[in-house]
């Protein structure tokens, strides 16, 4: 095999340029055609869409023109109609009004009505198709010329009659307003049969003989006439090269044809185009939008045999049922289309030619300049060469002095440069080992390093001491991380950070040789050639200290605010009934026979109720005491709740009378609740109590529970003041007190819902409130069905 010959850097970089014009020509030239094509592409795509979308506006225009035309006459001859019933009834009641006049004083009523019957009967109108009719207030009909057989029947006393409706609606509107159009189904009535359809009638009440004038026309009659003016108009439109506009029912039935391939009345609804598309179908669909749509369809043109693309647009006018659309054959505009786009490509294809002369001769001259310089560039190179192995050999510095290029000149300065660093670095590289041997030992921080497959390279006395394995022993271990880390999110947290070290500290507990768990701080490094360097620090005995440290901080701030709460009941709230006791004891002493009996009463009643509040709170703070001890005594069992409840709304029942408060418990027969029995019921006392006292007189405090899947939660709601937000934080807490006062001025100490909380914790359960100001309170508990150990 031969060896190919090794090419110097000015021919390479010759080389390099011929192939680097040849690729930038052939790239250049490239995208520019592409973009070119892109350009032309995307030029004649929106040409051809300008046509067709020219011509779809052209038969849009088309069709939305046609139905208002439709629109228009229509609201003209319905108007016309109006007037036509209009004037025939006032010309009907001149009629009968200038006969009434005459015979007044000659004859009855009664005759007069069956001379203006007479009269009327034979009258008939060009403009519309309706008899007069007459018939009276009671509903009679004395003139139905149509129908002569039906006159003086009363249609309000037929039950099945379907005129019914119609001629109580006809006396209404005449009795009413006098006179009037009735828009409603009217019966067309033969001896045989009768059909409805819908009708305008107008009705005109003459007063002197109290029978309603009127004429009508059936409105298929009215629509009829329409359509047919409708359909006269449309088949005279044309546009485009001879096309026309076509009409189908919503039935696909043809209402006006515009092809040779199918007829007026012919039902079309399953016509399929040349690839089986349903058009009538599609075309029925589109015309149900509000502005019509568009359907595209291939159709087979019989003259030359081939399928032609076409575009139809429907637009559905829904008082007839009628579809009215237009269509266009897009191969009658495809000889415009292409020869837009043929003049764009010649122009394209000019310009594109010309592009491609001028970028090669660019690129020749540009590589006939480079061929230039490469051959004066392939001299000094050869001498830069020469010199630089010469002072590589000799430790010697190139002589710049033989060397044109300024570039060669910098080159020769750094090689100067890193001969002399490189002397310098060998000799400080041997100090620098030394000295980092000696720090690495005697650090007194863990320090280990990892080759670049994992391996522990690096491992100081520090670490020996920590985990109690030497250097030789994690060499030994398989993987020595997985054994000295038991848990194993923090083994892969270890490893992904050792494989990616981010420099930040984080905490592992490890196991050490002796079986001890160890807390440390780690965190990675990597050096320049790519060692991992980690170091650490072992907190174990600084956390237990921290820890315990803690622990007493909290014990000891728990038990100062006990103190204090202690002091301030002592100081306060202890103090106050016995100076009341004092103070009353002292008068009866001293004036005893001052006062008659009912005031020596009240006095040893004032008494009492000191000595009661007295008792009542020693009794909480005792309670409170020895739950802060542990030594109130802890038996849940099933309970239940109606009977709890019940003693405890007795318990309170003396304290609420005396406000007028009424106590309320919903129903929570045979409802169990595990509990123990003497905390519950102190908890419901307390709860119940603190409800009376922020209850103002006449309330109610209800109590109700629910049972939970899990637990049973009960509620005690009260109609008092409320709470605000601020208040309600501080409730539940040793070191707050919260400063509300009752209704009727009771004060308290914060005691009852301290111990409210300490049992509903005992019970493993929680406690809260829900209020606002001026909105009541509710305090909430739920209880565990099952407490555990």
């Known amino acids: ?233 449309i088949k005279n439109i044309q546009y485009g090269v001879n096309q026309q506009i076509f009409i189908n029912d919503t039935d696909g039935n043809v209402v006006l044809s515009n092809t040779k391939h199918y007829s007026n009345g012919e039902n079309i609804l399953k016509l399929k185009d040349a690839k089986g598309f349903e058009i009538i179908k599609a075309e029925i669909e589109a015309s149900k939008m509000p502005d019509g749509g568009f359907t595209n369809f291939d159709w087979l043109n019989e003259d030359n045999n081939q399928i032609d693309k076409n575009i139809s647009y429907v637009k559905g006018y829904t008082k007839w049922n009628w579809v009215v659309g237009a269509w266009f054959d897009l191969s009658l505009i495809e000889a415009d289309i292409n020869s837009s786009i043929q003049q764009m490509q010649n122009a394209q294809i000019k310009k594109a030619t010309n592009i491609l002369i001028l970028i090669i001769l660019i690129h020749l001259i540009l590589i006939l300049i480079f061929r230039y310089v490469t051959h004066k560039t392939k001299k000094n190179t050869a001498t830069f060469i020469r010199l ?146 980690a170091v650490g620090y072992d907190t174990t005995e600084l956390k237990k200290t921290l820890t315990e440290l803690n622990v007493t901080a909290d014990k000891l701030q728990e038990a100062n605010l006990t103190k204090d709460k202690f002091l301030s009941i002592i100081a306060h709230d202890l103090k106050n009934p016995f100076n009341a006791i004092i103070g009353f004891s002292n008068i009866l002493c001293t004036s005893y026979n001052e006062f008659d009996d009912e005031t020596k009463l009240e006095l040893i009643k004032d008494i009492q109720h000191s000595a009661r509040l007295n008792f009542n709170l020693l009794e909480k703070m005792l309670e409170w005491a020895m739950s802060q001890s542990d030594q109130i005594p802890f038996h849940p069992e099933h309970l239940n709740l109606q009977e709890i409840i019940q003693d405890s709304i007795s318990f309170a029942s003396y304290q609420a009378s005396q406000k007028k408060i009424e106590l309320k418990i919903l129903d929570c027969s045979n409802m169990k609740i595990f509990a123990d029995d003497n905390m519950l019921t102190s908890l419901l006392r307390n709860l119940i109590s603190n409800a009376i006292k922020f209850t103002p007189e006449n309330g109610t405090i209800s109590i109700y529970s629910e049972d939970r ?81």
């Open 388 to 533: 630089l192995k010469k002072a590589i050999q000799s430790n010697s510095n190139i002589d710049k002095t033989k060397l044109n290029y300024s570039e060669f000149h910098a080159i020769a300065d750094a090689t100067n440069k890193i001969i002399e660093n490189k002397l310098i670095a060998d000799e400080e590289l041997k100090k620098s080992e030394l000295q980092f041997k000696s720090l690495f030992e005697i650090a007194p921080i863990m320090i280990f390093g990892l080759g670049k497959d994992g391996e522990i390279a690096l491992w100081n006395k520090e670490c020996e001491r920590a985990t109690g394995y030497t250097l030789d022993e994690v060499k030994t271990m398989d993987n020595p991380f997985e054994k000295l880390i038991k848990n194993k999110e923090e083994y892969n947290h270890v490893k992904n950070n050792f494989s990616n070290p981010s420099g930040q500290f984080n905490e592992f507990t490890i196991t050490n040789k002796n079986q001890e768990q160890r807390n440390q701080f780690w965190a990675g490094f990597t050096t320049p050639s790519n060692l991992t360097i």
């Open 709 to 789: 899947p899990t637990d049973i939660k009960l509620s005690i709601k009260d109609t008092g003041v409320g709470m605000s937000a601020d208040n309600i934080a501080k409730l539940f807490r040793i070191d707050t007190k919260v400063q509300t006062v009752g209704t009727k001025e009771e004060k308290g100490t914060g005691l009852g819902l301290l111990i409210c909380k300490e049992f509903v914790d005992k019970h493993q359960g929680e406690i809260w409130v829900e209020s606002e100001l001026e909105q009541g309170c509710v305090f909430i508990m739920t209880f565990p069905k099952q407490v555990l150990n």
């Open 1 to 233: 095999m031969l060896k190919r010959k090794a090419l110097s850097i000015p021919q390479t970089f010759l080389l390099y340029i011929v192939v680097f014009f040849a690729i930038s020509a052939i790239v250049t030239s490239s995208l520019f055609l592409y973009f070119e094509y892109k350009t032309f592409e995307k030029q004649s795509k929106e040409s051809k869409q300008a046509h067709v979308e020219a011509q779809k506006q052209l038969i849009k225009n088309e069709v939305d023109q046609v139905i208002e035309h439709i629109n228009i006459s229509r609201d003209i001859r319905i108007n016309k109609i109006n007037e036509y019933l209009t004037y025939r009834v006032d010309q009907a009641y001149v009629l009968a009004e200038n006969i009434y006049k005459k015979n007044k004083h000659i004859y009855s009523k009664q005759a007069i009505t069956q001379i203006i019957r007479e009269a009327l009967r034979p009258l008939r109108s060009e403009e519309i198709r309706g008899d007069y009719f007459i018939l009276n207030t009671n509903g009679e009909e004395m003139l139905y010329p149509a129908h002569p057989e039906f006159e003086g029947t009363n249609f309000l006393k037929l039950k099945d009659s379907p005129e019914k409706a119609i001629v109580q609606e006809e006396i209404r509107i005449a009795t009413q307003y006098g006179q009037g159009f009735i828009r409603e189904k009217s019966t067309n009535l033969t001896t045989d049969k009768s059909f409805t359809s819908p009708s305008v009638i107008y009705v005109r009440l003459f007063k002197p003989l109290n029978i309603i004038i009127g004429t009508g026309e059936y409105i298929p009659d009215i629509e009829g006439d329409i359509k047919k003016e409708a359909i006269q108009y």
